[in-house]
Each structure stands twice: as C-alpha cells, then as structure tokens.
C-alpha cells in the first residue's frame, strides 16, 4: 500500500520501478526526484481500437473483445474505448457483442471491492447520463462485472475521460478516417491503441497518427500475453 511504498522510497534505493495510476504516479515523481532517485514508471491508460472500413470485421471484433476482457480488463494497456467506421459499424457492433456475451461466462472478478465500486459507477453514471448499454451492465449482488459495452457515453462522463481498469468499454461510430483519429486522440491517457485493417500501409498511416506511445496493429496489447517477447 501507499506506506510500504513510501517507506521504500526512504531507504534510498539505486531505482525506483512504479506500475499504477496516474495520481500515485506523480507522488512517486516528486518523492523519487527530491531525493535523486532514478524513476521508471508505467501509468494508466484509455487505449483506443480503431477499427476501419476495411477491416475483416470478426477478426476485428474477436481481438477488440479479448483486449476489453482479459484479466477482467485489469490491464493498464486494455481496450476502454472503441472507434469504428461507419460503414462497417454495425456489422462490427453486432458481432463484438457476441464476442462480449461468450466471455462473460469466464469473466473473473476484480481484484478488489474499492475497484468494482469504480467501475459500477462509470456504467451507472455513463447510463444517468442517456448512454446506451449495448450489452453486460451492473451485475446482481456478488457476480464479477460482466463484459459491458455503452454507446452513446458523453465525453465529460468517466466512463469516457477515465481508466475504468474493468470489463468495460465504450464504442462510438465515425464517418471518415480523420473522425476516427480525432476521436481515438480524445484522451490525455496516450498508452497505447490498436488499428484494424486488411491495408497494412493504411494501418500504418493511421497509427502514425495516434497521439499515444504504442501501436500495435490487427491485434492489442497481445504480448503482455507472450512473456518471451518484448511488451509491445
């Protein structure tokens, strides 16, 4: 917790190495910094999926789902929000959803009561403010949180602005590549995001784009899966 924390950075240690949000992240900075302390740290995230107009869609919605589920979503790269094209929006929807609906069968629990609290706020919040639940939603007293998809979400709600770190995401459609990119770069949790397409180059050009650290393409955060390979 916050004191073992702190009491490790009064020793004086040779580095300091911090996984964890954004607001305990900056108390490390400043405590590692008044001391000398080199610090390496990796914060929150609200990555994006982009999905395009011409991306094999059930490849498209498989991946997307695995990136919002996987570890109940408690993966600082998982997938929160989901920009896709117009043209391909419903077809991906529907077959996201089902994707979604298969895995709440093996959807774990969050690690603890304080962020399952969190997260049920975003959904009731996101859903106060006229959001549509597409699927999932509040679960019934002890059962995890299952797989939960909103469309409709207000850009000042959680749901959109802040790490939900939980099975929750939020899907929004757009007419063109440039609203894509516009709408993936609404965020000041630039971690990483993912883009879908069968044009490599395209993807690329795309991706180039993205205001965040990491890109990966037709897949998401999917070696944090494989620990021979390097993150990202």
Same mark, same amino acid.
């Given at each position: 917790?916050a004191?073992?924390?702190?009491?490790?950075?009064?020793?004086?240690?040779?580095?300091?190495?911090?996984?964890?949000?954004?607001?305990?992240?900056?108390?490390?900075a400043?405590?590692?910094?008044?001391?000398?302390?080199?610090?390496?740290?990796?914060?929150? $995230?609200?990555?994006?999926?982009?999905?395009?107009?011409?991306?094999?869609?059930?490849?498209?919605?498989?991946?997307?789902?695995? $990136?919002?589920? +996987?570890?109940? $979503?408690?993966?600082?790269?998982?997938?929160?929000?989901?920009?896709v094209?117009?043209?391909?929006?419903e077809?991906?929807?529907r077959? !996201?959803?089902?994707?979604?609906?298969?895995?709440?069968?093996?959807?774990?629990?969050?690690?603890?009561?304080?962020?399952?609290? !969190?997260?049920?706020?975003?959904?009731? +919040?996101?859903?106060?403010?006229?959001?549509t639940l597409?699927?999932? $939603? &509040?679960?019934?007293?002890?059962?995890?949180?299952?797989?939960?998809l909103?469309?409709g979400?207000?850009?000042?709600?959680?749901?959109?602005?802040?790490?939900?770190?939980?099975?929750v995401?939020?899907?929004?459609?757009?007419s063109?590549e440039?609203?894509?990119?516009?709408?993936?770069?609404?965020?000041?949790f630039?971690?990483?995001a993912?883009?879908?397409?069968?044009?490599?180059?395209? #993807?690329?050009?795309?991706?180039a784009?993205?205001?965040?650290?990491?890109?990966?393409?037709?897949?998401?955060?999917? +070696?944090?899966? &494989?620990?021979? !390979?390097p993150w #990202?």
């Open positions: 917790d004191k073992a924390g702190a009491a490790l950075i009064k020793a004086d240690p040779d580095m300091v190495v911090f996984t964890g949000s954004t607001k305990t992240g900056r108390k490390v400043v405590s590692c910094a008044y001391r000398g302390i080199p610090c390496e740290q990796e914060l929150g $995230g609200k990555d994006c999926a982009v999905v395009l107009d011409d991306a094999d869609v059930e490849r498209a919605a498989a991946g997307v789902a695995w $990136g919002i589920v +996987t570890n109940a $979503g408690q993966n600082c790269a998982g997938i929160e929000r989901v920009v094209h117009g043209r391909v929006a077809h991906f929807e077959a !996201l959803i089902e994707q979604l609906r298969r895995a709440a069968r093996d959807i774990p629990h969050l690690v603890t009561p304080a962020q399952r609290a !969190l997260v049920i706020g975003q959904i009731n +919040t996101a859903l106060e403010a006229g959001a597409m699927t999932g $939603g &509040v679960p019934e007293d002890a059962e995890p949180i299952p797989p939960t909103l469309s979400v207000p850009r000042d709600c959680s749901a959109w602005t802040d790490e939900s770190f939980g099975p995401a939020v899907i929004v459609a757009a063109n440039d609203e894509l990119v516009r709408v993936a770069n609404d965020t000041v630039g971690l990483g993912s883009v879908w397409s069968q044009n490599i180059r395209r #993807a690329e050009r795309v991706g784009r993205l205001k965040t650290g990491m890109v990966w393409i037709n897949n998401h955060s999917f +070696t944090g899966a &494989v620990p021979d !390979l #990202a």
